[in-house]
Structure formats: C-alpha cells, structure tokens
C-alpha cells in the first residue's frame, strides 16, 4: 500500500507542475516558435538532469537508450500536438481533451493486452471525465481543428504512459525518464532547421521564465516524477491522476491570470477528485498493494 501511495502521491505532484504547462507554452509562443521551443525546453531540461544525475548514467545501455527513444518519441508527438491545438482552439476546450488520457489508456490496454478494465475502473473513468466536462466545456461546445489535434496528443500521450510504466520495471526510471528528453531535443531542432525560418531564444526576462519553467519544471522534474510514479503505482492510478490536470490548470489560471473559478468548475473538481479517489481506493484496498 505505502508503495502505491508514494506513487500516486508522485504522480499528482508532477500533475500539478504540468498544470501550468498548458499557459506558459502558449505564451512562449509569442517569442519562439514552436519547434525552436521544444529544442530549447527539451535540451536545458536533459542538460540538466545529466549533469545532476551523471553518475546513475553510467547504467545507460543500448536496451534503456532504445526504449527512451520509443517514450520520447510518443511525448514528442503527443506535446507536438498539445501546442499546435491549443493554437485554433481554447484552453479550456484543450484541457478537456487532454484528460482523455484516462479514457484511450484502458482503451489500448484492452486491445493490446486484452485486458477489461473492472466496473470500478470504468465508473472512475467516466466520473472523472463529467468533472473534467464540467470545468472545461461549455454549453457552446462544438469540435473544431484545434480540438481534435489536441485528441491526437492525449492519443499518443496514452502510449508514452503505457510504455513507460513497462520499461521503468526494466531500467533506472531516473535514466529512462531524463534520457527521453534528449531524443524530444533532437527531434525539435531537426524540425525546427527544416521548417522555420529562424532559429533564436527568447528576446525578454518573461520568456526566459517560461522556458525555464517548461525546461525544469515541466520537463526535468515533472517526468522524473512521472517515470519515477510509474514504477511504483499502475497504469489505472497514473493516467487517471493526469486526467486530472484541468484542476491544476485552472487553478494556475485563477492565480497567476486572475481568470475566475466558477461554481460548475468547483463542482468539477469535486467530481474529478472523486473519480480519482475510487480508483486509488480500490486498488491500495487489494491485498496485492501491501
């Protein structure tokens, strides 16, 4: 059970710091464009995380290299699509789509492994997802490009989860995580020198912020926490507590934009961390979890 929730209790603190990923990308975005962005985020971030853990790096070998490149490749794609989304559609809208993640996870399990999810499993899925519609949709609400780019990234953001909870039991999870990130780098300057016209860093003191912010935290830390989670607690636990980011989303917003919280939005989150909550409850209740 403690193991369990250390690892939830992991997986929800780089939820949280993923929160503000969503704001401070589309404001880089005014400084940079978008490949240049990840190239820039991705290296400092892998920079960084080398120079800390150095020393565990010399357990990097060819199978933890290729499989950093799989989950890097998945993450690359999958925040590809995030930014471009949130381009033609709004935050909120994106958020909702991005906490698909909890419903494509069980959906790809089932598929590839063929294994149904329990009728708890599925009731927290869909409870969480009616929270997450509460705070995110309006009564407006119709699909538009933006929408289903930013469907795409939960897509394959599904797969990166999936692949790193297996291969974080077969490597360093801090080495699997943290190398991942140079391989997201790699793919951003080679996009970026084929496809946009220049390549610069941010030109002001708040677009250095934000990068820093998405290169430390967002990146360094939020996915050594994730990769770190995801050896110790399920797939069931992990993508559900990241549907859960629209909560940390608007609460950013509410702080660091002044945008308000409503009464549905409350009612939101109550209802996410309810459907959260079911899932993490049953599973440390097995005897399996002690």
């Known amino acids: 059970m403690k193991r369990y929730w250390a690892g939830?209790?992991?997986m929800l603190a780089a939820t949280m710091i993923f929160g503000a990923?969503?704001?401070?990308?589309?404001?880089?975005?005014a400084e940079l464009e978008v490949y240049n962005m990840v190239a820039l985020r991705f290296l400092i971030a892998f920079a960084v995380c080398f120079i800390v853990f150095r020393r565990?790096?010399?357990s990097l070998d060819r199978s933890t290299a290729i499989h950093s490149w799989v989950i890097g490749t998945f993450l690359f794609v999958s925040y590809l699509c995030m930014v471009v989304g949130c381009k033609y559609t709004t935050a909120s809208n994106a958020g909702f789509m991005m906490s698909l993640v909890a419903f494509f996870t069980p959906l790809i399990i089932l598929v590839q492994d063929k294994v149904i999810p329990d009728g708890r499993q599925i009731a927290s899925v869909i409870i969480t997802l009616i929270g997450v519609g509460l705070m995110c949709l309006s009564g407006r609400f119709t699909?538009?490009?933006?929408?289903?780019?930013?469907?795409?990234?939960?897509?394959?953001?599904?797969f990166q989860m999936l692949y790193t909870e297996r291969y974080a039991h077969q490597h360093d999870p801090i080495v699997l995580g943290t190398f991942q990130l140079f391989f997201v780098s790699i793919y951003g300057f080679i996009f970026a020198f084929l496809l946009?016209?220049?390549?610069?860093?941010?030109?002001?003191?708040?677009?250095?912020?934000?990068?820093?912010?998405?290169?430390?935290?967002?990146?360094?830390?939020?996915?050594?926490?994730?990769t770190s989670a995801e050896k110790l607690?399920?797939?069931?636990?992990?993508?559900?507590?990241y549907a859960a980011e629209p909560v940390f989303v608007a609460l950013f917003s509410y702080m660091l934009l002044g945008e308000p919280i409503s009464l549905r939005q409350i009612a939101g989150i109550i209802i996410v961390f309810i459907g959260v909550m079911i899932t993490v409850r049953?599973?440390?209740a097995e005897p399996d979890a002690t």
């Open 8 to 10: 939830d209790l992991m």
């Open 21 to 29: 990923m969503t704001i401070f990308s589309k404001q880089i975005l």
């Open 56 to 58: 565990r790096y010399a």
């Open 143 to 158: 699909l538009n490009y933006g929408d289903l780019i930013c469907i795409l990234s939960a897509f394959f953001y599904s």
């Open 196 to 226: 946009e016209d220049s390549f610069r860093l941010p030109a002001s003191p708040a677009g250095w912020g934000q990068l820093l912010y998405l290169a430390l935290g967002c990146g360094a830390l939020g996915f050594i926490l994730q």
């Open 233 to 241: 607690s399920p797939t069931s636990h992990t993508t559900l507590i």
């Open 282 to 284: 049953v599973r440390t």
